[in-house]
């Protein structure tokens, strides 16, 4: 069905059009625009206008007018969901301004391989199309935005499921699932009430690339210095450019933190309160080494085993959600380090307020959340929401 608007172009004579070389190489935010790029490098004039993030297809390998390169033995199968204009904007928001950064240094799978592939792979077009929603609504919240996000999230989760049940892969299905776990931890982000989700998804990426890696399955990621944790090491000694983390903030959040001890009754609790502890103490000492032991707030969550992983994570706990809101705020105290450091020079920057906000958005949530007896123990982290808000 056509509206009326659609109908007068549709029966409108046909205008003459300005004649010049349809430009196929331009960049993906010029694409998304519909506007015509100057293809300059490695920053088009438009993108630097924008302040947005510009990247081109790879051409090298493709005949001239080429979109998509199929793989071996494999057609090109796009469903008619796939293709709606509402689809195509979501699509274009993911490439130039959504995509994940990591696992790091392969922006070149993402600007790429994952796209191609995504058009013979519905679940990955899924979680593609559900991360551009949810970050378009982060950004300008409208609720058919919201609703769509949430749809595409479960048809690739329910995709993601049956991939990590089968025992052997190709390379496309490998490169299909990682990408898809990735996709669907960076989408959490966007979720008010995202942590649960994200801390899930977090450790779904580190799983799923250790199985796959002791499978011996090949994919087109590089994950080598994922697995050796260089890529840490290379951006620690830079840190320290990036200014300290206020202190005085931090002897508050220990002593705050200290007083949380009294209440914990389980071991993994105590584990998870003793990470937390280490990451602040370390923040006192210098920001690089309190880059290090934030960043174990993170594999925490991947080293620990699946029981005990749910008991520190369970929602049932109110200690769990006050432990939480700590870690939480240390991860916002670092957002001047981390958000510098871990978004490609290929990219444009996200903005820091947009990372503190997703940040103060999990907090503020794990604050509402915890009991009314131990809303004492979260004065510290609302304090601090207070002042970054």
Same mark, same amino acid.
Not at 372 to 378: A, C, K, P, S, T
């Given at each position: 069905?056509?509206?009326?608007?659609?109908?007068?172009?549709?029966?409108?004579?046909?205008?003459?059009?300005?004649?010049?070389?349809?430009?196929?190489?331009?960049?993906?935010?010029?694409?998304?625009?519909?506007?015509?790029?100057?293809?300059?490098?490695?920053?088009?004039?438009?993108?630097?206008?924008?302040?947005?993030?510009?990247?081109?297809?790879?051409?090298?390998?493709?005949?001239?007018?080429?979109?998509?390169?199929?793989?071996?033995?494999?057609?090109?199968?796009?469903?008619?969901?796939?293709?709606?204009?509402?689809?195509?904007?979501?699509?274009?928001?993911?490439?130039?301004?959504?995509?994940?950064?990591?696992?790091?240094?392969?922006?070149? !799978?993402?600007?790429?391989?994952?796209?191609?592939?995504?058009?013979?792979?519905?679940?990955?077009?899924?979680?593609?199309?559900?991360?551009?929603?949810?970050?378009?609504?982060?950004?300008?919240?409208?609720?058919?935005?919201?609703?769509?996000?949430?749809?595409?999230?479960?048809?690739?989760?329910?995709?993601?499921?049956?991939?990590?049940?089968?025992?052997?892969?190709?390379?496309?299905?490998?490169?299909?699932?990682?990408?898809?776990?990735?996709?669907?931890?960076?989408?959490?982000?966007?979720?008010?009430?995202?942590?649960?989700?994200?801390?899930?998804?977090?450790?779904?990426?580190?799983?799923?690339?250790?199985?796959?890696?002791?499978?011996?399955?090949?994919?087109?990621?590089?994950?080598?210095?994922?697995?050796?944790?260089?890529?840490?090491?290379?951006?620690?000694?830079?840190?320290?450019?990036?200014?300290?983390?206020?202190?005085?903030?931090?002897?508050?959040?220990?002593?705050?933190?200290?007083?949380?001890?009294?209440?914990?009754?389980?071991?993994?609790?105590?584990?998870?309160?003793?990470?937390?502890?280490?990451?602040?103490?370390?923040?006192?000492?210098?920001?690089?080494?309190?880059?290090?032991?934030?960043?174990?707030?993170?594999?925490?969550?991947?080293?620990?085993?699946?029981?005990?992983?749910?008991?520190?994570?369970?929602?049932?706990?109110? !200690?769990?959600?006050?432990?939480?809101?700590?870690?939480?705020?240390?991860?916002?105290?670092?957002v001047p380090v981390t958000h510098s450091l871990f978004v490609p020079s290929s990219k444009a920057p996200v903005p820091s307020n947009e990372v503190q906000l997703v940040l103060i958005s999990w907090a503020?949530?794990?604050?509402? !959340?915890?009991?009314?007896?131990?809303?004492?123990?979260?004065?510290?982290?609302?304090?601090?929401?207070?002042?970054?808000?």
């Open positions: 069905m056509h509206t009326s608007g659609e109908m007068n172009v549709l029966n409108s004579p046909a205008r003459q059009r300005a004649t010049h070389k349809k430009s196929r190489l331009g960049c993906f935010a010029c694409k998304a625009r519909r506007t015509k790029c100057d293809e300059s490098r490695p920053v088009c004039k438009r993108c630097a206008g924008h302040g947005s993030r510009c990247r081109y297809p790879r051409t090298s390998k493709f005949a001239s007018g080429t979109i998509l390169r199929l793989l071996p033995g494999q057609s090109l199968s796009i469903s008619p969901r796939m293709i709606k204009s509402e689809d195509c904007r979501l699509f274009h928001h993911f490439l130039a301004m959504a995509s994940p950064h990591l696992p790091a240094g392969n922006d070149e !799978v993402w600007a790429s391989t994952i796209p191609q592939l995504a058009s013979q792979n519905q679940h990955l077009m899924h979680a593609m199309l559900g991360l551009g929603a949810s970050h378009l609504h982060w950004r300008r919240p409208e609720a058919q935005n919201q609703v769509t996000a949430i749809e595409f999230r479960g048809r690739a989760m329910a995709g993601l499921r049956a991939a990590l049940t089968k025992t052997t892969w190709t390379r496309a299905e490998v490169d299909a699932t990682i990408a898809m776990v990735y996709i669907l931890a960076f989408q959490a982000q966007y979720m008010k009430d995202g942590l649960s989700d994200f801390v899930v998804m977090v450790r779904g990426c580190a799983l799923a690339v250790r199985n796959f890696t002791e499978a011996g399955a090949e994919t087109s990621f590089d994950l080598r210095q994922l697995q050796s944790g260089t890529y840490l090491c290379k951006l620690v000694p830079d840190s320290e450019g990036f200014g300290l983390v206020d202190k005085n903030i931090v002897q508050k959040g220990l002593e705050a933190l200290n007083r949380v001890w009294s209440i914990i009754e389980t071991d993994e609790n105590r584990q998870f309160f003793s990470t937390i502890k280490n990451a602040l103490l370390a923040c006192l000492q210098s920001t690089s080494v309190g880059f290090m032991e934030c960043h174990r707030l993170y594999t925490e969550l991947f080293t620990t085993d699946w029981t005990k992983f749910t008991e520190t994570f369970n929602a049932s706990n109110g !200690v769990t959600y006050v432990l939480q809101a700590f870690s939480t705020i240390a991860q916002l105290l670092m503020l949530h794990a604050c509402d !959340v915890v009991p009314e007896n131990y809303q004492i123990f979260v004065e510290w982290p609302r304090a601090v929401i207070d002042k970054f808000s």
